[in-house]
């Protein structure tokens, strides 16, 4: 991304260089960066452990891929070849999904040389069953990665639906496959998000036959390849809650709630302000002085939690006034260009804010640089709209403009 951010700057033309300006994104993404720096940095100080060197990867990486995505769509025909080469690897990713939940020797010895993916090993060790990790390296993160990649194929088929007339043949062969490689996650949140999105972008196409049928035939022969572990998955998720005190609630909720109730939320009730520190959850293995004792399961199993204990609620708001950055960016591509176009963003933002209440998804591997290259793309878009290309676009009727406006 990096070497792609430097190339995208200087192949600019100079007037296109002349109308970079700061926007709200980059401002909250100025003030996350700097609190999360500064409550780290408060944090090593009081608890007397080192600054975690990684703090600053996740936020400044993603907003590297925002600006990046941001500055190569000046137009609707350049958003959408920067949306097809990043979703073509999602293809790779998934083949080698279900190659690891198909016990495939090459796919496990690959992912072992050369993926960081603990709790894969570990239920190979224990012999549970298998969900794919793929090269993201755990299975939620990797089902969050497929929404992205799913979403991104949408918008390819919806803005080459308006441009062409016609499908292209590369999202319409990706759009399977990335859904196959999600069912190898057996995660139902992202699996679910995933099935949205998809429905709602064939709505948008008007329910072609020939995608519904090809899906159809995919989603048979996924079921028949993956369907005993999806079944197996679904029933310890519903069915005989372990913890007793909410055996009234699915287990994938119960055991949540234990974990929110016995440990999680006891840990940010002492240090509310600024939390323990971003590497909290490896706090024992470092050695550090002082540690929040609650802790004994490796996660706190939600995306919101996680920034409250690591950086508290200083923390929290400023990824909150992140997110909400993220949210005017798409209600002003939906305002500026097309509806259909932002709708699939629109699903994929609330649907990721919601499930992130049960996972952690944007501080996993999985997450945050497809995100933020979409909502830069979508920027980008929104951006250009009283620019000459895009009114050329619309004037040669190769997209239809927004109701109410001429």
Not at 110 to 116: E, L
Not at 121 to 140: C, D, M, P, Q, V
Not at 295 to 320: D, F, K, N, V
Request: charged share 10%; hydrophobic share 50%; proline share 5%.
């Amino acid at each position: 991304m990096a070497v792609a951010f430097g190339l995208a700057f200087v192949t600019l033309r100079a007037d296109e260089i002349g109308r970079l300006r700061l926007g709200a994104v980059d401002v909250a993404f100025a003030l996350f960066i700097f609190v999360k720096v500064c409550v780290e940095l408060a944090n090593a100080s009081d608890l007397n452990h080192s600054f975690y060197s990684a703090t600053l990867l996740i936020p400044v990486a993603s907003y590297v891929a925002f600006l990046l995505a941001r500055q190569s769509s000046p137009s609707l025909r350049h958003a959408v070849q920067l949306l097809r080469w990043i979703s073509i690897p999602a293809a790779g990713v998934a083949l080698l999904a279900a190659l690891q939940v198909a016990r495939a020797p090459l796919a496990a010895q690959f992912i072992s040389n050369f993926v960081s993916a603990e709790g894969y090993e570990r239920r190979l060790e224990l012999g549970w069953a298998i969900r794919g990790t793929s090269t993201i390296g755990h299975h939620t993160a990797l089902g969050g990665y497929f929404v992205c990649m799913t979403t991104i194929v949408c918008l390819d088929l919806l803005i080459s639906n308006k441009l062409q007339k016609r499908l292209p043949v590369t999202p319409l062969v990706l759009l399977p496959v990335v859904l196959v490689g999600q069912l190898t996650s057996l995660t139902f949140a992202t699996i679910a998000l995933s099935a949205i999105i998809t429905l709602v972008t064939l709505v948008l196409l008007g329910l072609r036959p020939g995608i519904v049928v090809t899906l159809g035939v995919v989603t048979f022969a996924a079921w028949r390849l993956f369907g005993a572990e999806l079944e197996s998955r679904l029933d310890s998720q519903t069915i005989g809650a372990a913890n007793q005190q909410y055996s009234w609630l699915p287990e994938t909720i119960s055991y949540r709630m234990g974990i929110w109730t016995r440990e999680t939320i006891p840990a940010i009730a002492e240090r509310p302000l600024t939390g323990w520190g971003i590497d909290v959850y490896a706090g024992v293995s470092k050695g550090w002085p002082v540690f929040p004792t609650q802790l004994s399961w490796g996660s706190p199993e939600s995306e919101y939690l996680r920034t409250l204990i690591s950086g508290g609620l200083l923390a929290l708001c400023a990824q909150l006034a992140l997110f909400i950055t993220a949210a005017a960016v798409i209600v002003a591509l939906w305002r500026g260009l097309s509806g259909a176009i932002a709708t699939p963003v629109a699903v994929m933002f609330g649907g990721l804010l919601l499930i992130s209440l049960l996972h952690s998804h944007f501080n996993n591997p999985g997450v945050p640089y497809p995100f933020w290259l979409i909502v830069g793309a979508c920027a980008g878009l929104a951006a250009a709209t009283n620019q000459e290309k895009l009114r050329t676009e619309l004037k040669n009727g190769l997209l239809s403009p927004p109701s109410g406006q001429k």
